[in-house]
């Protein structure tokens, strides 16, 4: 059996340094990929030597070619781009606040995986990550809501457009990861608990939770153009 070539782009930290471990132990050859080389380098070695490193500015469509033309030939792709910008009550957030999401996330994971085209196998998986703002009624989310409800929406399409490639997406919800480091540490674990209470499992996820869904959509081959929603339930509550 030929042995399945993986990217994480966003691999570095969080849900795509959780998925690239997972995918590793399901004997995939994978590559990460994010903008800092000093974070990439401490990711690899978190990942015990195994995963290859390549520096790409997912908001830089030129980066974005170059890296991948050094990648290669692949067969999966996820895109696991965080951004916690846009936030706020929408009678008063400004629009330049409103763009940022976009700009950030939406529009990066479109030209990212756009740019990865030439070199994604034509029967391989692409996987965007969004958020569960994107599924859930949660006041001052507007702005993110709109950018991730983007971003879902892009896998039915491509999907079809694309076929056979199978195009899905995954929209977790509130996850401990370093996302959340912009509160303090007191602030933050207050959050948590709120959120947990809120969750009908009882508590916040973690970016392993996250890493199972996505590997199940690589490996599902029969699946495509849907979005699980790995909340634990937070949607059904908000």
Known sequence: MTMRRSVVVGGSSGVGLATAARLLKEGHAVTIAGRSAERLEKAVKRLEGKARAVVMDACDVASAKRA?????????????????KGAGPFATLDLADMRRPFEDKTFAHFATAQAALPFLAKDGSLTFVAAVTAHAAMPGTAALGAANAAIAALAPILAVELKPLRVNAVSPGVIDTPWWDFLPGEAKASAFADYAAKTPVGRVGTADDVADAIAFLIGARFITGETIVCDGGLRLAS
């Open 68 to 84: 991948f033309a050094s990648i290669g030939a692949f067969d999966h792709l996820v895109l696991a781009l965080g951004g916690n």
